[in-house]
């Protein structure tokens, strides 16, 4: 009896340890999505979801009017401007979220459009010079005759990422919301307007820079009008002068942007290469695979990075667990994002095909492989937004360094070695899906050890 007794004693107790395991994340979960915090990724993904929806319901009629090349000219363009654009501001505005004072945040605002301004002269001058040589070097002559395009879009792409932190920081993400189906909606309707009569890749990219301009036309009115309506922001006591701030967060220029620089290098290589060695056509299909793949992340990651960015800065000023909001919200991404990337994996060439149009089939299996590595990119969304808190941006530009050096690697065997862009993709994405993996543990291991270089300001 004692031995039966004994073993049901020790049964229960390991059915008890299970449940706990089972139940305690999905406990965690729901709470993390039944608070504020959840009706601020409502709002800011209600803006998103509606710019996507947007998009969507154009991309038939586009990608029907335009055609793969025109695409993956396009594509081309957008992957030169997303290499040259975590430089414009040398990722300062990052940092308007975190000081204490609204003073210091209008003070960091304010260094970013000096520093993107002075940055776009300087691309203009280099791109100027030796945009032959570039173009040449990269396989990318096709789009030679834009490339004075790229500063513009740089510039107004450091004004959008500036007005976008300080609506972070104030928590206007209503207004973020509307400006993004606004923006979606004007874009998308010239594009379709001057398709009709002109159905090129340069139109493409005429309108990509101008959507650069207009969206930051749009934040800059939101956030005016929210500033001048006095709520919310204390700007009491001297300013900080400029170069102080700039010494402050120093680590934002020294180890952020060149980490954003790699990082949009890598997504970015697939595209040019892809370009280079198959044409234009295999990078339309990539850039269309791409967009629809991103659009989970740019619908809801991007939602919860906006609201968890200034909560998780709350947290840490508060001394609150940072590791529990952290598994939270990564934990609420993955059974959301599992359904939609799942799907993409099974059936991406029929599903592509059908929406796109017979010609789109192949970036259907691209889908396949980029799911993958999306799903992970979604997931990671709260980690990456936690890395200026804790104050880990020089370990996070080491990661990034080995991360891209394996995604490269990855894309050479595909070309040269198996002579393949699907098998290049394929590598590109599996080995992302690993880094990021990895990358996740890391921060919240830090997380866990309070490993903070300095302490928030």
Not at 375 to 401: C, D, H, M, T, W
Request: with cysteine.
């Amino acid at each position: 009896m004692n031995s039966r007794h004994a073993t049901a004693v020790r049964a229960e107790a390991l059915k008890e340890r299970l449940n706990n395991i089972l139940i305690l994340p999905l406990h965690y979960i729901g709470r993390a999505w039944t608070s504020r915090f959840a009706r601020n990724v409502a709002v800011v993904a209600s803006g998103t979801a509606g710019a996507q929806a947007v998009t969507m319901a154009f991309s038939p009629l586009i990608t029907r009017i335009y055609g793969p090349e025109a695409f993956g000219l396009l594509g081309t363009f957008t992957a030169m401007v997303m290499v040259a654009t975590p430089l414009a501001a040398l990722a300062y505005p990052i940092a308007i979220v975190l000081p204490r004072e609204d003073r210091d945040a209008l003070g960091i605002a304010k260094l970013s459009l000096m520093l993107s301004f002075a940055v776009a002269l300087l691309a203009a001058g280099l791109l100027w010079s030796g945009g032959d040589w570039l173009t040449a070097t990269l396989g990318a002559e096709s789009v030679a005759a834009y490339l004075l395009l790229i500063p513009v879009a740089m510039v107004f792409a450091a004004w959008t990422q500036t007005a976008h932190q300080w609506l972070i920081r104030k928590k206007e993400f209503s207004v973020i919301a509307r400006t993004a189906i606004a923006h979606s909606l004007i874009v998308n309707s010239a594009k379709t307007g001057a398709g009709w009569l002109h159905p090129v890749g340069a139109v493409l990219i005429v309108l990509a820079t101008l959507g650069h301009i207009l969206h930051a036309a749009l934040l800059f009115v939101g956030a005016r009008r929210r500033y001048q309506s006095g709520a919310t922001t204390q700007v009491e006591g001297p300013e900080t002068p400029l170069r102080e701030l700039a010494h402050r967060y120093r680590d934002f220029p020294l180890y952020r942007a060149p980490q954003n620089f790699i990082n949009a290098a890598s997504q970015s290589l697939p595209v040019l290469m892809l370009a280079a060695f198959f044409g234009p056509a295999a990078a339309g299909f990539y850039t269309l695979g791409k967009m629809v793949m991103g659009l989970p992340s740019t619908l809801l990651g991007k939602a919860v990075t906006d609201v968890f960015y200034p909560r998780i800065t709350e947290a840490a000023h508060t001394g609150e667990n940072l590791p529990r909001y952290i598994l939270q919200a990564t934990g609420a991404l993955f059974v959301i994002g599992i359904v939609p990337f799942g799907l993409v994996m099974l059936f991406g060439p029929l599903l592509f095909s059908l929406v796109f149009g017979g010609d789109w089939g192949m970036a259907g299996e691209y889908a396949r492989w980029l799911a993958l590595f999306f799903l992970f990119n979604f997931i990671n969304k709260p980690s990456v937004a936690a890395v200026p808190v804790l104050r880990i941006q020089r370990g996070l530009l080491i990661y990034e360094a080995f991360s891209t050096g394996g995604k490269v690697l990855g894309l050479a065997a595909g070309f040269y070695w198996f002579g393949s862009d699907l098998w290049a993709i394929a590598l590109f994405s599996v080995i992302g899906a690993i880094a990021y993996s990895v990358m996740m543990f890391w921060i919240v291991s830090c997380a866990m050890r309070g490993s903070f270089d300095r302490k928030p300001s």
